[in-house]
């Protein structure tokens, strides 16, 4: 008897709190700012142009081989009288979502900060339909940067 | 009510007209019925229960009963076409001749009738020979097992709920539910028989089958014990019977315990309040068949039975005899709720001591050291 009314009690608590579901695809949740989401290139907004001198030192590092870079002389160069004091700059970057483990060590060894993990829901909600899509060109790797998606502290 | 409906006074066109009503009703309280217990176990559960079908899944009732209309009207090979394919009706039918008495408002029944009590309870037991036609139709052991489960539930259950009724008659001294409804106008009636209430609620759990009274169609012993062989139509029309009954065990529960349209505001009101009066009493008893469904546990069947003959019975027999009693030597109706409210003291001990786990007798354990395994 004392079961049957606790366990009346208990219902009715919980009838009171509420439901506790998550309504995932139509609302998101706020992500933790340290969210670790896919590997991003950060763009430089003072110079106009990506951080990223294409030193090839994440891809050497990447222990899943997801990364291809290449490396070009920057046009915009002192030299070449423009206002960059990079003399080399990132000319073609592919980034493998279907390979990459986020291990986060490409962000550990970069000498530029140029590399970031995207902390937004855009890194998580990566469905595509071909396996090919998953690979991303300069362009895409530099978008959420351009467009102030990501948040605070990948873009310090 | 002697003059007919929209004042029409020809007999047959009336009741035509009342019955179009009764069927309309039901099936729309049916479909809320399910949207509304499908939202509260959900809550109850910390879910949220039906929202994609229509804002806030308002449309799941629609879609189920599409989907149910849709399928195809199986019957197995070996079974008894007749009794199989009747069965559904034998079932649905009593629940809706009990439409017949149950008053909504003051002149708002299809009939009054002098034994509208003793006509509830007649109905209502009749439900259980479809059940035990499903069970036998169906040529399937967990069809048979249930039906078999159905009988013996309902009948026994039928008892306490039939004396508990017959108390309260004997203090409102009618069984005609209107009269009962306008005696409780002060004071309604379960206060003076509070033990007869907690005996009405648990015996008209076990009537509806409701959990924990559902053995007959426990879906983890009998995985749906009659019901194992229907689909489709045949099968939405037990659905439909089952959630039919229950919405009249509540405006039974209203007019006979609360008070009806009478009770507390007394009985000048106008019709809108008087309809709104008895959805709320009905909608408390709803609601609280709902919490119970999502918080108690399903009982075994001897647990059952025992606990309807050996703790409820004897309890109503009880409580009819005192109401006698005080009734015939004129003492004063508190004394009623004082043994009443003794009576639920009593009971409550009783289950309590039903329940006490049973020390593990030395017999019964396996001992390889002495090498007297029993």
Redesign the interface.
Known sequence: ????VK??A???S??I?????R?YPSKHRELPERDRAFPLLLWDKDIDEPFCTGCHACERACPVECMTVLMKDNPSHESQDGNSKRRKIVDEFWIDYGRCMRCNICVEVCNFEAIAMNNTWSGHETSVYDRSDLVMDLPQLMAQSKSDEIQEWVAD | MSNGIYGIEIAWLDAVIRLHIIVGLMTVVVMGLIYVERK?L???????GPTRTGPAGLLQSVADGLKLVGKEDLRPRNADPWTFELAPYMVFIPVFLGFVIVPFAFGMQVRILELGLIYFVATSSLGIIGWVMAGWGSDNRYAMIGGMRAAAQGISYELPLVLSLISVAMVSESYNLNDIVLSQSTYPNLLWQPLVLVIFIIAGLAELNRTPFDIPVGESEVVGGPFVEYSGIRWSFFFLAEYAALFIMGLIFAAVFMGGWAWPLGEELGRGWQILLVTIKTSLFIFLVF??R???PRLRIDQLMSFSWKILLPLAFLQVLINGAVLVYEAPLWILTITGMLGIVVL?RL??RA?RPQPVTNESTVSIGNESVS
């Open positions: 008897m004392r079961g049957i366990s009346l208990t219902t009715m919980t009838f709190r509420g439901p506790v579901t309504g | 509260i959900a809550r109850f559960q910390q879910r949220l919490w119970i999502a918080s108690v409550v289950i309590e329940v």
